[in-house]
């Protein structure tokens, strides 16, 4: 049974930084292409970050050249680091697979709340 538990979230002020970490179990973790996404109040899932097949990485243009995603297929763990964070970078943050359309049985873990606020 898949499992992702997503943590590292918190409140930050703008301009600080946050790494979110995703631990996955129940699942082929290293032949997977692995994403991060996000939801605001009102908005609709976005992807925000991902892998490709070739293990390059891809981004959304509103977080490129601030955020990096990495992961450590030893700990099953995919990671975004999140630098000089916007008040609109305020969302739960998710990990899974990409593209959706792979998503097993639709599960989503629990995400973890950032919010980017003074």
């Known amino acids: 049974q898949v499992q992702l538990v997503e943590s590292g979230g918190g409140l930050v002020q703008p301009g600080g930084s946050l790494r979110l970490s995703c631990a996955a179990s129940?699942?082929?973790?290293?032949?997977?292409?692995m994403a991060w996404y996000r939801q605001a109040p009102g908005n609709p899932r976005e992807l925000v970050a991902r892998?490709?097949?070739?293990?390059?990485?891809v981004y959304a243009d509103s977080v490129k050249d601030r955020f990096t995603i990495s992961r450590d297929n030893a700990k099953n763990t995919v990671y975004l680091q999140m630098n000089n964070l916007k008040p609109e970078d305020t969302a739960v943050y998710y990990c899974n697979r990409f593209p959706e359309a792979t998503i097993l049985n639709g599960y989503w873990g629990r995400g973890t709340q950032v919010t980017v606020s003074s």
């Open positions: 892998f490709t097949r070739g293990g390059n990485t």
């Open positions: 129940g699942m082929i973790f290293s032949g997977t292409t």
